[in-house]
């Protein structure tokens, strides 16, 4: 059964482009069929995974608008078992260009279901703020993960953004849930990234994950060279921390599965 997470946070530089280029990669490299949707108008996932402004014909923005088709929008990547769907700069006028259009929280909605079938797992790359966009991948998926950074500030959005979601819950997406909250560039020898992980930890205990991203230049250069950190360089902390990010997470889908199962089998 396909899982559609979107990977959101209104603030921007907290790691979420990292994560979703990396935790999809990794996920794809451990055997699992993937598609990431660049979702943000500034495209920096597209340009992570190697699509320059040249290459990115048949982008999101036209299959929103019904120009192309979903099977004609994705691309591969040099990634093994990861596609992709790039970004436009287009998409920064689409509060704009999408007003005329009745369910336009439901654009993105409609085309997930020419898309799901083929894929374990589809991630939504979001813009850092609460738009339109945003919205449509909200109402798209199945659950959220929230990157944070390690800092004081940090904690103030978390809290509005779980609130956030707990109203689109309410309102235009009753499936959606927190599938996790991620702490990232974490500096285990700063004292105050350790008092904000122990203040997530305490505050939204089970949904935070277990797993932390570590401050590491590799997964910088990684993104620089158009490449997913576990193929730039699979020993770096970077590309282990994001192996046992995708762990966890495919164990506890797997664990639902299995109790879906059980509680139909009785």
Do not use: W
Request: net charge positive.
């Amino acid at each position: 059964m396909t899982k559609i997470i979107a990977i959101v946070n209104q603030k921007g530089g907290v790691g979420k482009t990292t994560t979703a280029i990396n935790l999809s990669a990794t996920l794809s490299v451990i055997g699992n069929k993937v598609l990431l949707i660049d979702l943000d108008p500034q495209g920096n996932a597209s340009s992570g995974l190697g699509f320059d402004q040249a290459n990115r014909q048949n982008n999101i923005y036209n299959l929103l608008h019904n120009q192309v088709t979903a099977e004609s929008a994705i691309k591969k990547t040099t990634v093994p078992n990861l596609d992709i769907i790039v970004s436009s700069v287009d998409l920064a006028a689409a509060d704009s260009d999408f007003s005329d259009y009745k369910q336009r929280i439901d654009l993105l909605y409609h085309q997930m279901f020419h898309m799901k079938h083929n894929y374990d797992y589809i991630f939504i790359d979001c813009p850092p703020s609460l738009n339109l966009l945003t919205l449509n991948a909200l109402r798209a998926s199945q659950s959220v993960i929230i990157p944070i950074q390690c800092e004081f500030f940090s904690l103030e959005g978390l809290a509005n953004l779980v609130q956030t979601i707990t109203k689109i819950k309410k309102t235009i997406n009753p499936r959606i849930f927190i599938e996790g909250i991620l702490l990232t560039m974490v500096d285990k020898r700063n004292r105050l990234s350790q008092q904000v992980e122990q203040n997530v930890r305490e505050n939204f205990k089970e949904m935070v994950f277990n797993t932390i991203i570590p401050r590491n230049v590799k997964l910088s250069e990684a993104t620089s060279f158009g490449e997913p950190s576990i193929i730039y360089d699979n020993k770096c902390l970077g590309s282990f921390a994001y192996l046992m990010l995708a762990k966890e997470i495919f164990n506890k889908h797997r664990g639902n599965n299995d109790s879906r199962k059980s509680k139909e089998a009785r």
